[in-house]
């Protein structure tokens, strides 16, 4: 019963959230195309559930070319880093959670970069759709080392419930507004690491 009903919600929550934001997203879509050029988006292969590859949608916030991807802040562009700040770069993933590629809450979706090194126990976090937010984003987001947050994504998966995806939804916000963990520390993201993954079984 609870994947229909998370599913009936994601739907409907997106739906609602896409219409009722389309002016937000347009004026995003204006300002990154007047002050920075194309392209306003970001598309990026990433692993979705059973690690079935999607194609990530979000608002560009980073300047084009190479980069240190550990590194966003040394390469936002003149908005990026209000957007990321609020999150808002995320919003056009409600197109992926309509297509069913993403749900509302969830654990992150990754690079399959990162899920060719996966052992089993990583593994556990890819039986569900990948979420807009989730768990281990309510803890800390990126302040997180990469094992806190596969543990809190393991702990997700294993007991989420409805309840449980509306409490995570319900202090998202709170999150966003006190700008805690948009990056790591001294703005760096931490890349994932062989030494945080392990061989264990789940």
């Known amino acids: 019963m609870y994947p229909v009903a998370k599913r009936l919600f994601d739907v409907v929550g997106a739906s609602l959230l896409l219409v009722g934001l389309s002016p ?9 195309w007047g002050t920075d050029g194309r392209p306003v988006f970001f ?46 770069d995320e ?12 749900s509302l809450v969830g654990p992150r979706p990754v690079p399959l970069s990162h899920v060719d090194r996966y052992g089993p126990r990583e593994r556990l976090r890819l039986r569900v759709r990948p ?9 800390g987001r990126n302040a997180l080392s990469w094992p806190e947050r596969i543990e809190l994504d393991r702990q997700y998966v294993r007991s989420r419930t409805l309840g449980l995806d509306l409490y995570i939804l319900g202090c998202t916000p709170g999150i966003l ?3 805690a963990g948009v990056t790591g520390k001294d703005g760096r993201n931490p890349p994932l690491r062989s030494t945080d993954l392990t061989s264990s079984s789940p």
């Open 43 to 88: 598309v990026q292969v990433r692993a979705g559930r059973d690690a079935t590859p999607f194609r990530l949608i979000k608002f560009r916030t980073l300047t084009p070319g190479p980069k240190d991807p550990t590194r966003p802040a040394d390469h936002t562009i003149q908005i990026g880093e209000v957007l990321r700040r609020w999150a808002i």
């Open 91 to 102: 919003l056009p993933q409600l197109w992926n959670v309509l297509r069913g590629e993403m």
């Open 24 to 32: 937000l997203l347009g004026l995003v879509a204006l300002a990154i």
């Open 131 to 139: 979420g807009l937010t989730g768990w281990a984003q309510i803890q």
């Open 177 to 179: 507004f006190s700008g």
